[in-house]
């Protein structure tokens, strides 16, 4: 498992928690190159 993968598993855990809900999917639907660029984020 690579850590980015590692990492929205947590996610989803800990929001599964948080919110009692189960609807997040298993995987990112965005690719790491997206969510690090800073045109990928509303300002």
Not at 5 to 11: G, I, N, P, Q, Y
Not at 21 to 30: G, K, N, Q, S, Y
Request: charged share 20%.
């Amino acid at each position: 498992m690579e850590w980015f993968d590692l990492v929205w598993e947590k996610a989803v855990s800990q929001g599964m928690h948080e919110t009692g809900l189960d609807v997040f999917p298993d995987t990112c639907p965005w690719q790491f190159e997206q969510i690090m660029n800073l045109e990928f984020w509303p300002q």
